[in-house]
């Protein structure tokens, strides 16, 4: 499978961007997505998970102002960011649990995606 993510940039403080990851592939079915990050310096943390019937988990630090969401016809998961802050600069990897045709499963990340709020 490939994950691609897309929606990353620059964005002022207190701006909203909105990412989105589509996985491409010869898939049976993807069970849980969800979004890290890494900030410079920092170990990669996780931001947000959704399982396939759409049960959410986020960062203490993102709640309220962070949404996770996907498409499962479209195979792809989005993040609607709001109300970014400094801190919510880092590099954005979609993840996700895969299921193949073959029985075989993988979980799987995509290249990142960098996002940089301006104070």
């Known amino acids: 499978v490939q994950l691609v993510e897309s929606g990353g940039g620059l964005v002022q403080a207190g701006g909203s961007l909105r990412l989105s990851c589509a996985a491409s592939g010869i898939i049976l079915r993807i069970n849980a997505m969800g979004w890290y990050r890494q900030a410079p310096g920092k170990q990669r943390e996780l931001v947000a998970t959704?399982?396939?019937?759409?049960?959410?988990n986020y960062a203490d630090s993102v709640k309220g102002r962070f949404s996770i969401s996907r498409d499962n016809a479209k195979n792809t998961v989005y993040l609607q960011m709001n109300s970014l802050k400094a801190e919510d600069t880092a590099v954005y990897y979609c993840?996700?649990?895969?299921?193949?045709?073959?029985?075989?499963?993988?979980?799987?990340w995509g290249q990142g995606t960098l996002v940089t709020v301006s104070s």
């Open positions: 993840n996700a649990d895969v299921m193949y045709y073959s029985g075989t499963a993988d979980n799987s």
């Open positions: 959704i399982t396939r019937g759409g049960y959410t």
